[in-house]
């Protein structure tokens, strides 16, 4: 259920709930010695939490700064469900069950944050913010993809941005003053871009987020 690399001391520990198992954040916090864990499958699963917890608590005995960071499945609230029926589909209810569950890896952070594209119908679902209001997640910036390097095969950047809700105010400024400022002349069309491909962090955002947790343990 979980990938766990912990190598040399860090003062932070990160768990990245829903995540791929060679996920950006989880090469980059191998490489730097920071303790992870990263949840791939089985989020609902108490064992998943309970394993998780007891991981978490002891980080926290060797004093260290915890941070959660959480990205659903954003299927059921991408911009082409619309052109749906309406009906629930299985990743609706896939979201939901996902969704319902979060809230428990989200309570054992010191900080926090909630990622989907920024276009997502997800994020006015009452389901959302009643997880990032229990998670004091009041905080957000936009962060364009083309300006983490994000491109076409052929190299147009794309315009794709995604929105991160955060505990702490300093997380969401280090990000924006890195990524929330698009000066591109033009961006890649709908029919150039593989939107699979951009599913994934790349390098330089995963490194992005990593230096806004140390932002934000450094003025909690």
């Known amino acids: 259920e979980m990938l766990m690399n912990e190598i040399g001391p860090r003062s932070f520990g990160f768990v990245e709930v829903c995540c791929e198992p060679d996920s950006q954040l989880s090469v980059l916090t191998l490489k730097g010695g ?29 004093g260290k700064w915890i941070h959660v960071h959480v990205s659903t499945p954003c299927a059921s609230g991408s911009p082409l469900k619309h052109l749906s029926s309406g009906d629930a589909t299985v990743s609706d209810l896939e979201w939901e069950s996902i969704m319902k569950s979060v809230g428990g890896f989200l309570a054992l952070g010191d900080s926090k944050s909630f990622e989907l594209p920024f276009h997502n119908s997800i994020w006015s679902r009452p389901l959302t913010e009643r ?36 505990s702490h105010f300093t997380f969401c400024r ?47």
């Open 174 to 220: 280090a990000l924006h003053s890195r990524f929330g400022f698009c000066g591109c002349d033009e961006h890649a069309s709908i029919s150039e871009i593989n939107y699979a491909s951009t599913a994934r962090y790349p390098e330089k955002l995963a490194r992005g987020i990593l230096s806004a947790v140390k932002a934000a343990m450094r003025d909690p």
């Open 131 to 166: 997880v990032l209001n229990e998670s004091s997640m009041s905080h957000c910036c936009q962060v364009y993809l083309c300006q983490c390097g994000v491109t076409t095969s052929s190299g147009k950047p794309i315009g794709k941005s995604l929105c991160f809700a955060a």
């Open 34 to 62: 920071i303790s992870y864990v990263g949840i791939v499958k089985d989020v609902q699963s108490q064992e998943v939490l309970s394993q998780v917890s007891r991981c978490v608590l002891d980080w926290k005995r060797k």
